[in-house]
């Protein structure tokens, strides 16, 4: 990756004309890489900001689909993962939608992959919401209108942390509260524990919880002491 930095700096330092039609070969050629492969994604990560990550995914409808096949890969995640987020340095949160958002929420909705699911919520809500923080509600929409799963209360509350854990949410109104308290009571512990981390995540650690905040934590812990769960308890 960083040789043909050096190389893409150096055409373009003492040959323009070169250096242009050079970036339309590796262009030609790493189309036809398959995304299985990991180098397909390091030279992507170097010719996206040179020739403008906007116009490739104009260009490519599925381009977002496909990227997130890395995802069912831990060997690909982190290249992906640097691919995606050179892309929503640049991007309108319209083009977003148009290229992201669907592929985005079956990949969280996916039951049959637990390894795409999770790492759509562990690198994909994060950099996205960090990145293009106008994402959040269009995601969150999305999802609304999904069918309700463990998976869909998952992804929702991970959104709803993520704004929390970043500042671009301090204050829960009614419908966040009662949203939050529902999934505290969900049947699966994984959803109930996401509910509470939403609670007690936050950017301004010296910002105390609210009184119903804490009345809620309180509850929790107390509904949930007789959990044999040794990863729900920690």
Partial sequence: ??????????????DSEYYRRYLDILCEKVKNFSWKLKGKYRV????????GATEVLQKE?????????????????????AVYKTILKEICVDLWEAQFLQPLVECLQNEENE??????????IPNSIKLLPKCA???????????VTKQTWLAKLNILKTQRTLGHINELDNEKMEYIRE???HTEPDVRISAMSVLCLV????????????????????????????????
Avoid: W
């Fill in 44 to 51: 992507l990560n170097v010719l996206l900001p040179r020739i």
């Fill in 61 to 81: 409808s599925h381009f977002g689909t496909n990227l997130f096949q890395c995802l069912s890969s831990n060997h690909l995640v982190s290249v992906g993962i």
């Fill in 137 to 147: 509600n269009r995601l969150d929409k999305a999802l609304e209108t999904s069918k």
């Fill in 115 to 124: 390894l795409i699911q999770n790492n759509a919520n562990i690198y994909l």
């Fill in 183 to 185: 999934g505290s009571c």
């Fill in 203 to 234: 950017s301004k650690k010296g910002n105390p919880p609210t009184e119903e905040e804490m009345k809620l934590i309180s509850n929790f812990i107390e509904q949930n002491l007789a959990v044999d769960n040794t990863s729900f308890r920690q």
């Fill in 1 to 14: 990756e960083t040789t043909l930095v050096n190389v893409l700096e150096f055409h373009q330092k003492f």
